[in-house]
């Protein structure tokens, strides 16, 4: 048995992209569970649209998903090899210098063309079953422009050869491709390994996924605030499932659980919610130091300062605010449209917020306010928490009408429409600051 060796090739022609994730992951899955060996090879042969940033934003996203290389390689740094072939080629008379058609201003190039033996060329793909391809319409294809300008085809297979790879997974636009390389393969008594095309990755409603529909470099995701494991999931179960309906699952599992059989035809569909909805299945899983740091993270300047120096609250509101987002990144928006000031600095709010709809009478309101104070303090400083804060004040709400007691005190809480109940509220603020906060409201009223 030979070692399972698998690749994941990109050309550094644009950023690393949800999408080519799985073709990563894939191969980097199929490796690890043969105890085999994953490549990284960067193909840079087209050296115009190739570009060092793109490589770097490559290696940098799948280093931040784990999804770590055992051997690197990059085209360019392999000229010599893919001279040394062409030669061979030409000196077994499979490929040859041809001569182009003189160009309008009468230049007649050259290039290297392959000898296509002009059969039909058959091959496994692991998803789809056999694959058969008339190879004549291909004619004697262009395999270099130069001895020093391999084209894509060629150097695949070069590399996919002297590196040993015996598993290629990638994606279905690779498949027209896929006859070329073998008659390259064959002409150089190359091993054939084995395919696997993944399915196109569509949108949820069928059509051509596009920036639109959530599909963004890796990169974005990162600072959108999605955790690695969420992305890793997620794309798995593009094109892939365990064969039962578990959805969640951790890259160990996924190590197990792996296999090319269970890949899918066809029915990728890329859908953001369910992106959202791991993501947040993965963000409630996080240690409180974790969840805390990425949250402080995403907290705008101001509010992160005055979030490191009362800890204790900060604390507290952790698991909250991990409850109200699917992504770090909504922290931040909600953070910058004041959201969370309320737990660090007092309120401010027009008087007439403090109104219940089906009670607007200031001196009233005032009143329950008042007797809302009472309950407070007759709650201990220790057992000054939410359940005990609603069993001192329940009564006398239900008594006079809850709406016209919680509303106008948890307004007077957070000065905001939506917030916590203001049980909550009150055992994150403590009972000091909830006193005052509440006699602050009671002054305004009675203005
Ligand atoms: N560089 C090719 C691409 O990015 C790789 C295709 C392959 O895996 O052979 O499409």
Redesign the pocket.
């Known amino acids: 048995m030979r070692q399972v060796i698998t690749r994941f ?3 550094p022609t644009g950023v690393l992209h949800i999408g080519s994730v799985r073709t990563a992951l894939y191969s980097w899955l199929y490796a690890k569970q043969h105890n085999g060996k994953f490549i990284l090879r960067i ?1 840079d042969t087209d050296k115009e649209r190739s570009k060092k940033e793109f490589e770097d934003n490559i290696l940098d996203g799948l280093k931040w998903l784990g999804l770590t290389h055992d051997v690197f390689y990059r085209q360019s740094d392999r000229a010599d090899l893919y001279k040394k072939y062409l030669e061979t080629l030409i000196a077994k008379g499979s490929a040859y210098i041809s001569k182009e058609e003189p160009t309008e201003e009468g230049e007649r190039s050259e290039v290297i063309r392959f000898k296509n033996p002009n059969g039909v060329v058959t091959f496994r793909d692991e998803a789809r079953g056999d694959i058969s391809f008339d190879t004549t319409e291909l004619k004697d294809f262009v395999i270099a422009k130069d001895f020093e300008t391999p084209l ?1 085809n060629f150097a ?1 297979v070069i590399d996919d050869f002297q590196m040993g790879v015996t598993h ?1 997974i ?1 994606g279905d636009d ?1 498949i027209s491709n896929t006859p070329r390389q073998i008659l390259i393969q064959e002409a150089l008594g190359a091993p054939r390994p084995m395919y696997t095309h993944l399915p196109m990755i569509l949108a949820p409603d069928k059509t051509k996924l596009s920036k639109r529909h959530g599909a963004l470099a890796v990169t974005e995701y990162r600072e959108e605030g999605y955790l690695p494991e969420a992305i890793l999931n997620f794309v798995a179960l593009m094109g892939w499932n365990p064969g039962n309906d578990q959805e969640v699952l951790f890259l160990d599992e996924m190590q197990k659980l792996f296999t090319l059989e269970k890949v899918q035809k066809g029915g990728a569909v890329f859908n953001i919610d369910k992106l959202k909805w791991l993501n947040k299945h993965y963000m409630k899983l996080l240690s409180k130091e974790r969840a805390g740091e990425s949250i402080l993270n995403f907290f705008p300047g101001v509010l992160r300062t005055k979030a490191e120096d009362n800890p204790v609250i900060f604390e507290k509101i952790v698991p909250i605010i991990i409850d109200h987002v699917s992504h770090f990144g909504e922290v931040r928006a909600l953070a910058e449209s004041g959201e969370y000031g309320y737990f660090f600095d007092e309120p401010t709010y027009p008087l007439e917020a403090l109104l219940w709809k089906d009670d607007t009478d200031r001196t009233r309101t005032a009143e329950k306010l008042q007797k809302v104070v009472v309950l407070l303090q007759s709650v201990s400083e220790e057992s000054f928490d939410a359940e005990h804060i609603k069993a001192a004040l329940w009564d006398f709400a239900t008594e006079v009408g809850r709406g016209s007691v919680l509303w106008p005190m948890r307004y007077a809480l957070s000065g905001r429409e939506k917030s916590p109940d203001p049980f909550t509220l009150a055992e994150i603020l403590g009972k000091e600051v909830t006193v005052n906060r509440v006699n602050e409201a009671i002054k305004l009223l009675m203005v």
Request: hydrophobic share 45%; aromatic share 12%; glycine share 0%.
């Open positions: 090739a990109p050309s193909e894509y695949v290629i990638r690779a």
